[in-house]
């Protein structure tokens, strides 16, 4: 499992100082503001940071094994 991709990686830092400014934020997640998908269960419309989406496990699935 050495050639998993972390997202982690991508991070310069880690913890509360690698937050973005409220108003920065807001930028970028603007776009995805107002999208649906049948797997998404709380969007960025209920004016929070993150989102909730339905992962299903087993064969055929989002989770590799």
């Known amino acids: 499992m050495s050639d ?3 997202l982690t990686q991508f991070a310069a830092g880690g913890g509360c100082a690698c937050k973005l ?6 930028e970028v997640v603007a776009g ?3 999208q649906s998908h049948p797997d ?3 969007g960025l419309d209920a ?6 989406v339905r992962v299903e496990v087993g064969p ?3 989770r590799p094994p």
Request: charged share 15%.
């Open 4 to 6: 998993a991709l972390r």
């Open 21 to 26: 400014p409220a108003g920065q934020l807001e």
């Open 32 to 34: 995805l503001i107002g």
């Open 40 to 42: 998404l269960l709380v």
């Open 47 to 52: 004016g929070d940071d993150a989102c909730a």
């Open 60 to 62: 055929g699935g989002g």
